[in-house]
């Protein structure tokens, strides 16, 4: 097995995917949530601080990784494969405007690279391109990414989950309560950030989505 192919057997196991977000975190750091956050359970990450100085994130990303690598977690890093490959993250995260996924791909063909992608076609294009997986969404109206097609909806998110081949994960907008109606539409991997950063205790709130995620997938 490669150790692309074993960080993907991981991710398919984890269920819950925590977004980092350090201005929706109650004035708590990133670093506070995360440590929480694996304690509760969470198993896959992504270190998503597009307005943070470039130094400031690499050093972020650093302690990120030994927190992530203790509690035998994975790190994704958003948009900067410079600082997934220089930190030794497992993957990175790709938008619509940032590297292209297939330079990303030669350049780190052990990596999961991770696309955002807002409709099957270009979930489609990011597969042909090399992605280990996609997101898909937001599936619901949110506030902590910006999206001009809109919003998919269960509908929309049940026509793109139907044309994906690789593994994808969904987000935009998600509560707990959310949870079995996105399984049942056919999500696997649940990406979120306020219900998680936001949260009172993170810990409890992760232990308690994890829980959810669980339960639903048994009886879909």
Do not use: W
């Amino acid at each position: 097995m490669t150790a692309h192919d074993e960080r993907m057997t991981r991710f398919r196991e984890a269920g819950l995917y925590l977004v980092t977000f350090q201005s929706r975190s109650l004035e708590r750091t990133t670093l506070t949530i995360l440590e929480a956050a694996l304690r509760g359970g969470v198993r896959l990450v992504q270190l998503r601080e597009k307005d943070m100085p470039l130094r400031e994130l690499y050093a972020m990303a650093i302690e990120a990784r030994r927190m992530t690598r203790e509690a035998g977690a994975l790190l994704i890093i958003n948009d900067r494969l410079d600082v997934a490959l220089a930190v030794g993250a497992d993957g990175v995260h790709l938008g619509q405007d940032d590297l292209p996924i297939s330079a990303g791909r030669e350049l780190a063909p052990d990596l999961i690279i991770g696309a955002s992608t807002h409709s099957a076609e270009e979930a489609a294009i990011a597969i042909r391109e090399g992605a280990s997986y996609v997101n898909i969404g937001p599936v619901f109206p949110t506030t902590t990414k910006e999206c001009a097609t809109g919003f998919l909806g269960l509908d929309g998110l049940r026509e793109v989950a139907a044309t994906v081949t690789v593994p994808f994960t969904v987000m935009g907008g998600i509560k707990q309560d959310h949870i079995p109606q996105l399984i049942e539409a056919g999500a696997e991997t649940i990406a979120l950030v306020t219900a998680v950063t936001e949260a009172a205790d993170v810990e409890g709130a992760s232990r308690d989505l994890l829980s959810a995620i669980r339960s639903a997938s048994l009886v879909r």
